[in-house]
């Protein structure tokens, strides 16, 4: 793991439990992401689209709205559009890929209760001289060994800061894997810096 990756938020702590019970009460609105976004690939993963639930946004529910709140990216707010709730089936492989449009973002562990499997995190070497284009910047063919440099295992206590301008992937063991993402368009080493600094927490939330 390096800085330039990934940064635990220790200045957050969120309650697990709390998103467990949200995801519970909405993960019958689980699609296809595709149906949610319009450059992406079917089969990739499943969202929970909340709306469908009572017309209301995530920003609705104050057990999302109250950890929304807690930062302060300059790029862009946090708004209904850059939260998801990704559902990864067992087994399921992400491979590794840079993401099209969001420059890092921020993730809460839901399930299973122990986080999960980790990111898997490579040299962008893996993506070769023409990567394949997809609804992500780029997409290597699956996981390659010589390209790997480690897993990352995301805290199930304070949320995680992720770089995803670099190549990143997931390989799902047998347990469905439930997170909450905050996306955002601020440069990773921007935020790192704001992290730092203190300026990227709302200080009186």
């Known amino acids: 793991m390096t800085i330039d990756r990934f940064v635990e938020l220790?200045?957050?702590?969120?309650?697990?439990?709390?998103?467990?019970?949200?995801?519970e009460s909405v993960k019958h609105l689980a699609v296809d992401y595709s149906e949610i976004r319009e450059k992406a690939t079917g089969g990739l993963?499943?969202?929970?689209?909340v709306e469908d639930l009572d017309g209301k946004?995530?920003?609705?529910?104050?057990?999302?709205?109250?950890?929304?709140?807690?930062?302060?990216p300059t790029a862009k707010a946090i708004r209904d559009?850059?939260?998801?709730i990704t559902v990864y089936s067992p087994g399921f492989e992400f491979n590794p890929?840079?993401?099209?449009?969001?420059?890092s973002v921020i993730?809460?562990?839901?399930?299973?209760?122990?986080?999960?499997?980790?990111?898997d995190y490579y040299d962008n070497a893996i993506l070769g001289d023409q990567p394949i284009v997809s609804d992500y910047a780029s997409m290597a063919p699956g996981h390659d060994d010589e390209f790997y440099?480690?897993?990352?295992?995301?805290?199930?206590?304070?949320?995680?800061?992720?770089?995803?301008?670099?190549?990143?992937?997931?390989?799902n063991d047998e347990q469905t894997r439930v997170y909450l993402q905050f996306s955002l368009y601020d440069e990773f080493s921007d935020c790192v810096d704001r992290v730092k600094s203190g300026e990227f927490f709302n200080k009186d939330k």
Do not use: C, E, W
């Not at 309650?15 to 019970?21: C, E, R």
């Not at 440099?149 to 390989?171: A, E, F, I, Q, W």
């Open 107 to 119: 993730m809460f562990p839901i399930l299973p209760h122990d986080g999960g499997v980790g990111v």
């Open 97 to 103: 890929h840079i993401d099209f449009s969001r420059k």
């Open 149 to 171: 440099l480690g897993t990352y295992n995301y805290s199930t206590r304070h949320p995680t800061l992720m770089n995803v301008s670099k190549v990143h992937g997931v390989r």
């Open 81 to 84: 559009g850059n939260i998801a």
């Open 57 to 72: 946004g995530y920003l609705d529910y104050p057990v999302i709205s109250d950890l929304v709140n807690l930062f302060n």
């Open 45 to 49: 993963f499943s969202s929970i689209r």
């Open 10 to 23: 220790t200045d957050v702590t969120y309650d697990m439990s709390a998103l467990q019970n949200f995801y």
